[in-house]
């Protein structure tokens, strides 16, 4: 990057990509990287400052996160936040313990040091977001108290050695005055500039394509989704011609996408496109398949099987010298659930275009938009000039309707879905609500039940509904669904589709679930 950039070490915490978004939507670039970075690592980011996440666990105990404690003597201007500010505590000579009143939810916090730069402008008492169980009881050689609640240390800092600290959660809404907060460790304390804009991402990575792929030629695994879509158009400004565009039919695809998204990707965005009917090939591999994960990573190889045949064609219809690069719409998202890129974490499942793609790929990848959130790509997509229509598509899992179906994937099965699904997408549509709503789609159980049509007796397959708002898709809430919407669904579904007579709808939020079923 060659511009303004704010390292995270994450700890684990639930907020940590809030952090990483408060910060972007500054317009300064941000990086989340594991707490167990190194000090290389880090620098090799060149930040221009550092902050420490909070996270689930306590300093003193055997099993806190392994940080390395020299991230504090790097110079850089640090924010600790929560676990953060325990830390720093406890590394730099001060003393942490089991807090007698723990503070979780709304709490109200004096400002002490009022003349702080972390506090400029900000009022004297807070309305703050607290989350911890443990408290900094004596302070660090060096640091003073900047601000506390009426049971615990809220904040403190040790200017000299550009290092502040908070005990509550300023990257949350419910910190009224959390944005004010970080904007001052930001402007005031780093002196960054706002400098992340979609123009400069589109100068700086249009460069950096042109460099790295040189005169080679490209292909794009193009789904017609917004993250594939911009990230050809990406691309296709890099090298022009010299990008060619795959799109597969995988088996799995919504009812009469194959065509549609051809269709649009040729008239709307003038990319050299080849489309690919693997159907067969995708379900023969997904035959007798019921484990999600398994699902996944067996989508992931086969793609790139598809892709390597396509290249290797390319090349020889082409007479390039070789066809070495692989374009995908990778997101940040993508990266954190499909790998521990983050603290403690764990995988939460295996996105076929990260956690499921072989470790012997002919290919090498380029993946423009892996360190943007999904909204940041559609203002990206705008910059660039592409359509409405597909910038507001709805995202679409990469192994398609194989992981809303449970269990086994057989044609019969993704016959049904696709009815359900198009019946659900065109009701929202009607409704007024697609806009409105990040993903809604169905999912095809493997529960039969008893029901009755025409007097006589059917048991057959049960659909569930699922409808989210979200932001980036890293967390989400059930959309309340108009009844008169859901009754429409339901009646279209349990009328027009043999196979499924009960539909139900989906009404957990990410956490505890996740938006996809599987």
Request: net charge negative.
């Amino acid at each position: 990057m060659d511009t303004s950039s704010i390292v995270i070490l994450d700890f684990g915490s639930q907020y940590t990509q809030l952090i990483a978004r408060r910060i972007r939507e500054q317009n300064v670039f941000s990086v989340v990287l594991p707490c167990t970075a190194s000090i290389a690592e880090i620098q090799a980011q060149k930040p221009i400052g550092l902050i420490l996440s909070g996270g689930p666990c306590s300093v003193y105990d055997p099993d806190s996160p392994p940080a390395d404690p020299k991230v504090l003597e790097l110079g850089l201007p640090t924010l600790g936040i929560c676990y953060g500010l325990q830390f720093i505590t406890h590394h730099l000579g001060g003393k942490v313990r089991s807090a007698d009143k723990r503070e979780y939810g709304h709490a109200e916090v004096e400002v002490v040091d009022k003349d702080l730069p972390l506090f400029s402008d900000m009022p004297a008492d807070l309305t703050v977001w607290m989350s911890h169980g443990d408290e900094a009881i004596d302070l660090p050689p060096g640091f003073h108290l900047t601000a506390k609640t009426a049971n615990a240390v809220a904040g403190i800092a040790n200017p000299e050695r550009r290092i502040w600290a908070v005990q509550f959660h300023p990257e949350v809404h419910h910190t009224k005055q959390g944005t004010a907060l970080l904007r001052n460790f930001l402007f005031n304390l780093c002196q960054a500039k706002a400098d992340w804009t979609p123009a400069h991402f589109i100068e700086t990575t249009v460069a950096a394509i042109r460099e790295k792929v040189g005169e080679g030629h490209a292909i794009c695994a193009l789904s017609g989704g917004v993250d594939s879509s911009v990230a050809a158009v990406l691309v296709h400004k890099a090298i022009g011609d010299r990008l060619t565009c795959v799109f597969v039919d995988n088996g799995v695809l919504r009812k009469n996408e194959f065509f549609k998204v051809q269709e649009n990707l040729r008239s709307k965005l003038g990319l050299n496109l080849v489309a690919v009917d693997a159907s067969g090939r995708f379900l023969s591999k997904l035959a007798g398949v019921t484990d999600p994960e398994t699902k996944r990573k067996a989508i992931g190889r086969e793609f790139i099987e598809v892709f390597d045949d396509e290249a290797a064609r390319i090349f020889k219809d082409s007479g390039e010298n070789e066809v070495a690069w692989l374009v995908q719409g990778t997101l940040y998202p993508d990266v954190i659930e499909s790998s521990s890129v983050k603290g403690p974490s764990q995988t939460i499942k295996s996105h076929h275009n990260v956690g499921g793609l072989p470790e012997n790929m002919k290919l090498k990848l380029i993946e423009p938009l892996r360190d943007l959130f999904k909204d940041e790509v559609r203002r990206i997509g705008r910059d660039l000039g592409m359509p409405a229509d597909i910038l507001e598509r709805q995202p679409f899992p990469g192994p398609g309707l194989a992981v809303r179906i449970l269990g086994e994937v057989t044609p019969e099965r993704v016959a049904l879905l696709q009815e359900a699904d198009d019946i659900v997408v065109t009701e929202i549509k009607n409704a007024g609500l697609y806009q409105q709503i990040w993903q809604s789609f169905a999912v095809l159980l493997p529960v039969k039940s008893v029901g009755v049509m025409g007097d006589q007796r059917t048991y057959a397959y049960t659909c569930a509904i699922r409808a989210v708002h979200s932001e980036d898709g890293m967390t989400a809430d059930w959309v309340p669904l108009p009844y008169e919407v859901l009754k429409t669904i339901s009646s279209r579904i349990v009328n027009e589709i043999a196979g499924i007579n009960r539909v139900v709808y989906d009404i957990t939020s990410k956490p505890p679930g996740t938006i996809e079923w599987e």
